[in-house]
């Protein structure tokens, strides 16, 4: 059976459990503010290159939560990749397919990829994006990761470190909901996913901004044995 047509990892989770209330709202007003109050992504273009970089030229690549597509949807494009990036954000999507016009763009929720007839693809980017979800869907949303990517596949995937489960907090003049995990569990998390983590790095990180916190982002590159 291949991975397109195993049960997908959301068929027996809960949707009515899934709340998404004020998340892309929030998103929608900060627009092109979001690159001014995090200009440095030191860490996400380290990781992004190394997943454009070990991809061969022309590989599918899905970015989840893509934001304004900078800089990794266009790190991917500029190097031949073949991009989709996907954002619950409308505005987030307008802005990203103005920045990246090589790439494709759509608003869609990452509960309904599986179910949207997209096939597999040859690398994974979600940086930041899983955090957005609560803790009992982020190893469902992993294992659905792992079902869109073909054997061999790469991952490169960012989360904050932190110890919180769907914990609203100022963001932007906005309030959004996050979750986060110590780095420890982070990994057991992806290796139970039947994720094989390649290489790890901590990166310390301090927003522009007086709302929004330092923090420490975790990168994990990974594989799909």
Same mark, same amino acid.
């Given at each position: 059976?291949?991975?397109?047509?195993?049960?997908?990892?959301?068929?027996?989770?809960?949707?009515?459990?899934?709340?998404?209330?004020?998340?892309?709202?929030?998103? #929608?007003?900060?627009?092109?503010?979001?690159?001014?109050?995090?200009?440095?992504?030191?860490?996400?273009?380290?990781?992004?290159?190394?997943?454009?970089?070990?991809?061969?030229?022309?590989?599918?690549?899905?970015?989840?939560?893509?934001?304004?597509?900078?800089?990794?949807?266009?790190?991917?494009?500029?190097?031949?990749? =073949? &991009?989709?990036?996907?954002?619950? =954000?409308?505005?987030?999507?307008?802005?990203?397919?103005?920045?990246?016009?090589?790439?494709?763009?759509?608003?869609?929720?990452?509960?309904?990829?599986?179910?949207?007839?997209?096939?597999?693809?040859?690398?994974?980017?979600?940086?930041?994006?899983?955090?957005?979800?609560?803790?009992?869907?982020?190893?469902?949303?992993?294992?659905?990761?792992?079902?869109?990517?073909?054997?061999?596949?790469?991952?490169?995937?960012?989360?904050?470190?932190?110890?919180?489960?769907?914990?609203?907090?100022?963001?932007?003049?906005? =309030?959004?909901?996050?979750?986060?995990?110590?780095?420890?569990?982070?990994?057991?998390? &992806?290796?139970?996913?039947?994720?094989?983590?390649?290489?790890? #790095?901590?990166?310390?990180?301090?927003?522009?901004?007086?709302? &929004?916190?330092?923090?420490?982002?975790?990168?994990?590159?990974?594989?799909?044995?």
């Amino acid at each position: 059976m291949s991975s397109t047509d195993a049960p997908g990892a959301y068929e027996s989770y809960d949707r009515s459990r899934i709340d998404r209330g004020g998340q892309a709202e929030a998103f #929608d007003a900060i627009g092109d503010r979001y690159d001014e109050a995090f200009p440095h992504k030191e860490g996400q273009l380290v990781s992004g290159g190394w997943l454009a970089g070990s991809l061969p030229e022309g590989s599918r690549v899905l970015d989840i939560g893509c934001g304004t597509g900078l800089p990794t949807a266009r790190q991917l494009a500029e190097a031949g990749h =073949s &991009v989709l990036g996907v954002d619950l =954000s409308d505005e987030m999507v307008r802005i990203a397919s103005a920045e990246v016009p090589q790439a494709e763009f759509r608003v869609m929720d990452l509960a309904d990829l599986e179910s949207a007839g997209l096939g597999t693809f040859d690398g994974v980017a979600a940086f930041f994006s899983l955090l957005m979800l609560p803790k009992d869907e982020i190893p469902v949303a992993l294992r659905m990761v792992h079902g869109l990517l073909r054997p061999g596949g790469l991952l490169a995937l960012s989360m904050v470190e932190a110890d919180v489960d769907d914990c609203t907090i100022p963001f932007l003049g906005n =309030s959004i909901r996050v979750s986060g995990y110590l780095r420890e569990e982070l990994r057991a998390l &992806v290796e139970e996913a039947g994720l094989e983590v390649e290489t790890e #790095d901590a990166y310390s990180f301090a927003p522009a901004t007086s709302d &929004v916190a330092p923090e420490i982002q975790l990168f994990l590159n990974c594989r799909r044995p």
